[in-house]
């Protein structure tokens, strides 16, 4: 594969489910996302990539502002819906569970019980990725 895989102790999106206390998929208690938003889990890569390569702290600790990737944790009632101004085709839609990139400079930052997420609105999500470490 061209892009450099990492090494993960666990799953990356069980990890951001459970840091972030979600025990059903798309239902976070006590958060309500509104209108068209989409709550995302940002992917923070881990030290070490399959190769064995070990990335420092410092490069670790811009995900912070870089990342690129973000796990779909939840949708606004209106996200993917289209309106007289953005019209959505099916294939444009993600879910919650699904890995998607984003544009570093979109979104607002939130942390919820120490997960950096972000939320953005539902044109903002730029596409749909197989899995998280394949953006960077």
């Given at each position: 594969?061209?892009?450099?895989?990492?090494?993960?102790?666990?799953?990356?999106?069980?990890?951001i489910?459970k840091?972030?206390?979600?025990?059903?998929?798309?239902?976070l208690?006590?958060?309500?996302?509104?209108?068209?938003?989409?709550?995302?889990?940002?992917?923070?890569?881990?030290e070490?990539?399959?190769?064995?390569?070990?990335?420092?702290?410092?490069?670790?600790?811009?995900?912070?502002?870089?990342?690129?990737?973000?796990?779909?944790l939840?949708?606004g009632?209106t996200?993917?819906?289209?309106?007289?101004?953005?019209?959505f085709?099916?294939?444009q839609?993600v879910?919650?569970?699904?890995?998607v990139?984003?544009?570093?400079?979109?979104?607002?930052?939130?942390?919820?019980?120490?997960?950096?997420?972000r939320?953005?609105?539902?044109q903002?999500?730029?596409?749909?990725?197989p899995?998280?470490?394949v953006v960077f």
């Amino acid at each position: 594969m061209p892009f450099m895989l990492m090494e993960h102790e666990n799953d990356p999106r069980q990890a951001i489910y459970k840091k972030i206390g979600m025990k059903k998929l798309g239902e976070l208690p006590g958060f309500k996302l509104l209108r068209n938003d989409v709550l995302l889990g940002v992917y923070e890569r881990p030290e070490k990539t399959k190769s064995g390569i070990v990335l420092p702290d410092v490069t670790r600790k811009e995900d912070e502002h870089q990342g690129k990737a973000a796990l779909v944790l939840a949708l606004g009632p209106t996200a993917f819906v289209s309106d007289d101004h953005v019209i959505f085709h099916a294939e444009q839609h993600v879910e919650p569970g699904d890995w998607v990139s984003i544009w570093v400079s979109d979104g607002r930052k939130v942390t919820i019980n120490g997960q950096l997420c972000r939320i953005i609105r539902d044109q903002d999500v730029v596409m749909k990725i197989p899995a998280p470490d394949v953006v960077f």
